[in-house]
């Protein structure tokens, strides 16, 4: 098993770019996040969804688009890009809201 | 909604000493209390975890305490070793909508 994967690992983005960053995970788990991490800020949580279909608001969704039209994959959408997004950004995955399974990150930056 | 802090920010010991994180949470609606731990450029991973029906856990070296009156919990590293010096996060969540709030994290440093 793969586990949770994303893609790219690193991206320079324009300020006004778009771009999508890719999360897919082979665990069959309903639940699946992001989250992004900026340094001393901890892990906040931007959207999540409990199963294909259904998604929902975090604590800091402005600025992000996601969809789970499949169990598999959950990407976050990111339009008109800022440099307020500049951050590292984590998937994960979970059967229930314990032991979530992080993929391995996005670096991002805004210039 | 829950809100999680973390006390101190950063944290020194000496390889073999002990070592203590603590959290605090705000919502008493809160169960379940789970420890991640994030090497430096790595991805956050489950380390340990307590539910609010039990007061404490321990896992060889590790162990999370939980106090729900006064509403915190504590990891409790024994024997550090320099392969401990990472960023723990502790997080809560009430379970009913399946969020996890985590505090800001908590630099460990262990001194050889």
């Known amino acids: 098993n793969a586990g949770v994967t994303q893609t790219p690992k690193f991206r320079i983005l324009k300020i006004g770019q778009s771009m999508t960053l890719q999360c897919t995970q082979d665990?069959?788990?309903?639940?699946m996040y992001w989250y992004r991490q900026d340094p001393g800020m901890g892990l906040k949580l931007i959207y999540y969804s409990v199963g294909a279909g259904i998604t929902d608001k975090g604590e800091v969704p402005n600025g992000y688009n996601v969809s789970r039209s499949t169990t598999e994959d959950f990407p976050l959408r990111l339009e008109l890009a800022a440099p307020s997004q500049t951050s590292v950004y984590f998937c994960?995955?979970?059967?229930?809201?314990?032991?979530?399974?992080f993929g391995s990150g996005t670096q991002l930056s805004v210039l | 909604g829950e809100n999680v802090e973390q006390h101190p920010s950063t944290l020194s010991v000496q390889e073999g000493d002990s070592a203590v994180i603590k959290c605090t949470y705000s919502d008493s609606a809160s169960n379940y209390f789970p420890w991640y731990k994030q090497e430096l450029g790595k991805r956050p991973q489950l380390i340990i975890d307590?539910?609010?029906?039990?007061g404490e856990k321990k896992d060889q070296r590790i162990a999370v305490t939980l106090n729900k009156t006064a509403k915190h919990f504590s990891l409790h590293i024994t024997e550090t070793q320099p392969e401990d010096s990472a960023v723990y996060f502790c997080a809560a969540s009430s379970g009913a909508n399946s969020k996890l709030t985590f505090g800001k994290g908590i630099t460990l440093s262990v001194r050889p």
């Open positions: 307590i539910r609010s029906n039990v």
């Open positions: 994960a995955s979970s059967y229930s809201v314990e032991k979530l399974f």
């Open positions: 665990m069959n788990h309903n639940y």
